[in-house]
């Protein structure tokens, strides 16, 4: 201090006044630089004399034209579409191309500097830096390509640019891309590559990034089927005389037996998700309306996780009075199946076109002359034997043995489509009629689509009396009096004719119609034990740490935290070296008090996408670096990078 009590004033060292110079130096350049390039950019805005052709969407009301319209189009004629950038590339300063796409259509449109309406080099630029997925309104003249088209549907057409707006912008980076989605996904949960290693999307991630595979042609076209499959359904049922009709999916009780049914809280008292419209169906038959179908959805709690189960799906049912025979029942089924498949080949060859691209078996399905096989379920039972498969008489065909029989059927019946009928009466639910002459089995069929299941029905008990006695000998006895089940008996105590029904699964259907591997490439948004939401939980961690880092998730013992609705967390870790997930799980629970949390051992999670975004100088990843979950305590940064990412999003995909 000096004579004064004050602190003595440290002069700046030469090093730190050199510093200082070269800092204000480069500071003074930069702002030189950013005031050249802004009056550069003032100066090229105002010679752009096409400034009015492209950029943000003008007001006003466009007549849009249809990809699917355009063949109609005369040469010349000028049209208006509104389409996602499917593909945007620069040739050259005067000349670049769109890939313009609309579901299943595609469509080259060329730009060019100069022509009528006087396009700049700026627009030209403008346009071929468009992000793919951008939603654009381009207005242009029809006019025929030299050669055509190959990487188009339409091939002999294009569009010469004359306008063009920006709707929606698409992002820089897409986190999936749609020709990585396209391909048949990989059998196991890994990412796969093609025959020329380009890489192939697996389901998983597939079904995480939902909305981007949903555009792509492949999902266009599943999902075309999937309508006309309940278009097709609906049409046949109405042209019978058959009465709709919308039943509850909330029920005071687990009806059919109890068993696989989701409990939900109903206003603080407990209720059941409907396992199917069956017992709102026979009180509408008991109800006099003869002939009813519903389209809607079927909830199911168990815990399956196969290529072919959900724990909702749609269902396609129906129910009917039988006037002499209950065979009746199957004729309808089959018909109304024949009917699907024949409807689908007559309006869908254009869309199944798309999807044998990558499904060469797509609709390649055999079908009898005359009836469809019906075999018997003993019969059944018997064929396997007789190839040296055990299977019992009392007990419904396990998915492996159904598949053996389809192929032993296909083998000698030549059809991909039959029936299986009297099923035994232990592999029934107690509503199915027994076989009056014979006790142990049921009037009951299935019907199967190579070599799996798609519809099960059957004749109902429709006496009172019968109906009781069934359910008391069921195992375990079922009340008739019960809160579940006294209103469905009461439908009959006062009379009703004997009927019966069946019930299709939609996405089955069209899963095996068009021979994709998984029912989930079937379904919109797919349910199953694993699954509940289009993608998994994104958990932002702020990591704030140093290299080395030798274990970022704690092992193979690390718990990983799984939000069912989605949410976004930032997280402070301060660890020197690392932060475990098992410590985040606590505060996270502390934190989410919305929020429902399960916990779940690394070895039930397969994969995680990681992908980070950083602060200051440090590094920025912008594909997501997918990684066994098994090998992420192996993952070490680059050397040269002095600490780790400020900000790591981890998003946990499920098997």
């Known amino acids: 201090m000096d004579n004064s009590g004050q602190p003595e004033s440290v002069e700046p060292s030469k090093n730190a006044l050199k510093k200082a110079a070269k800092d204000a130096a480069k500071a003074e350049k930069a702002a030189k630089r950013q005031e050249q390039e802004r009056l550069e950019r003032e100066k090229a805005e105002a010679s752009d004399t096409a400034k009015d052709l492209y950029g943000s969407l003008p007001k006003g009301q466009h007549v849009l034209t249809s990809l699917g319209d355009i063949s109609n189009k005369a040469e010349g004629e000028e049209v208006t579409i509104r389409a996602r950038v499917h593909n945007a590339r620069v040739q050259s300063a005067k000349l670049a191309f769109l890939d313009l796409r609309q579901r299943l259509e595609h469509i080259q449109a060329v730009i060019a500097e100069g022509g009528g309406t006087g396009i700049s080099r700026q627009m030209v630029k403008w346009t071929g830096g468009l992000n793919r997925e951008s939603i654009v309104l381009v207005t242009g003249l029809i006019k025929a390509p030299k050669e055509p088209i190959h990487s188009a549907t339409i091939q002999n057409l294009e569009i010469h640019v004359e306008k063009v707006y920006m709707v929606s912008e698409g992002p820089i980076q897409l986190p999936l891309q749609l020709k990585d989605a396209t391909p048949r996904p990989p059998s196991g949960d890994e990412e796969g590559t093609d025959s020329e290693g380009a890489p192939v999307a697996s389901l998983a991630t597939r079904l995480d990034n939902r909305v981007i595979c949903l555009r792509t042609s492949i999902d266009q076209a599943i999902f075309q089927i999937n309508g006309v499959v309940k278009e097709l359904f609906r049409e046949f049922v109405l042209k019978h005389r058959f009465q709709e009709i919308e039943t509850p999916k909330i029920a005071g009780a687990a009806t059919e037996g109890g068993a696989g049914v989701f409990e939900i809280n109903y206003f603080n008292t407990p209720a059941f998700l409907t396992q199917s419209p069956q017992f709102y169906k026979q009180m509408a038959i008991a109800g006099d309306m003869e002939r009813v179908f519903e389209i809607g959805p079927v909830f199911r709690a168990e815990n399956s996780n196969t290529p072919r189960h959900l724990t909702e799906f749609t269902g396609l049912d129906f129910e009917m009075e039988i006037h002499n025979e209950w065979e009746e029942v199957i004729d309808f089924a089959e018909d109304l199946l024949i009917y699907i498949f024949n409807g689908i080949r007559e309006r869908c060859k254009h869309t199944m076109a798309v999807i044998q691209r990558e499904y060469p078996d797509a609709g390649n399905f055999k079908i009898p002359e005359g009836r469809a096989p019906r075999i018997r379920f003993a019969d059944g039972i018997k064929m396997l034997r007789e190839a040296g498969i055990e299977a019992s008489e009392n007990e419904d065909i396990s998915t492996t043995n159904e598949k053996t029989l389809g192929a032993l059927i296909l083998k000698k019946h030549a059809t991909d489509f039959y029936f299986l009928t009297h099923y035994p009466t232990p592999a029934r639910p107690f509503y199915t009629h027994l076989d009056p002459t014979n006790p142990s089995?049921?009037?009951?069929?299935?019907?199967?689509?190579?070599?799996?299941?798609?519809?099960?029905?059957?004749?109902?008990?429709?006496?009172?009396?019968?109906?009781?006695?069934?359910?008391?000998?069921?195992?375990?006895?079922?009340?008739?009096?019960?809160?579940?089940?006294?209103?469905?008996?009461?439908?009959?105590?006062?009379?009703?004719?004997?009927?019966?029904?069946?019930?299709?699964?939609?996405?089955?259907?069209?899963?095996?119609?068009?021979?994709?591997?998984?029912?989930?490439?079937?379904?919109?948004?797919?349910?199953?034990?694993?699954?509940?939401?289009?993608?998994?939980?994104?958990?932002?961690?702020?990591?704030?740490?140093?290299?080395?880092?030798?274990?970022?998730?704690?092992?193979?013992?690390?718990?990983?935290?799984?939000?069912?609705?989605?949410?976004?967390?930032?997280?402070?870790?301060?660890?020197?070296?690392?932060?475990?997930?098992?410590?985040?799980?606590?505060?996270?629970?502390?934190?989410?008090?919305?929020?429902?949390?399960?916990?779940?051992?690394?070895?039930?999670?397969?994969?995680?996408?990681?992908?980070?975004?950083?602060?200051?100088?440090?590094?920025?990843?912008?594909?997501?670096?997918?990684?066994?979950?098994?090998?992420?305590?192996?993952?070490?940064?680059?050397?040269?990078?002095?600490?780790?990412?400020?900000?790591?999003?981890?998003?946990?995909?499920?098997?």
């Open 441 to 655: 089995l049921t009037h009951s069929y299935d019907a199967f689509m190579r070599g799996q299941e798609i519809v099960s029905g059957a004749q109902r008990v429709h006496d009172s009396a019968a109906l009781k006695e069934r359910m008391r000998g069921m195992q375990p006895p079922l009340d008739p009096e019960s809160e579940g089940f006294k209103h469905y008996v009461n439908a009959f105590e006062m009379a009703c004719a004997p009927h019966g029904g069946g019930g299709f699964g939609l996405n089955r259907i069209t899963m095996l119609w068009l021979g994709l591997g998984n029912i989930r490439q079937a379904t919109w948004f797919p349910r199953d034990p694993q699954r509940k939401a289009p993608g998994d939980s994104i958990i932002v961690i702020d990591w704030n740490c140093y290299p080395p880092v030798n274990n970022v998730f704690g092992g193979q013992s690390a718990c990983i935290a799984d939000l069912a609705n989605d949410p976004k967390w930032l997280i402070s870790g301060r660890e020197h070296r690392s932060v475990k997930l098992a410590k985040i799980i606590p505060l996270l629970a502390s934190t989410s008090g919305n929020f429902e949390l399960a916990r779940a051992q690394s070895s039930d999670l397969h994969y995680c996408s990681i992908t980070w975004k950083t602060r200051g100088g440090f590094p920025q990843r912008q594909k997501p670096l997918r990684l066994p979950l098994r090998l992420l305590h192996l993952l070490k940064y680059d050397n040269t990078v002095d600490r780790l990412p400020a900000i790591m999003i981890v998003n946990i995909i499920k098997s």
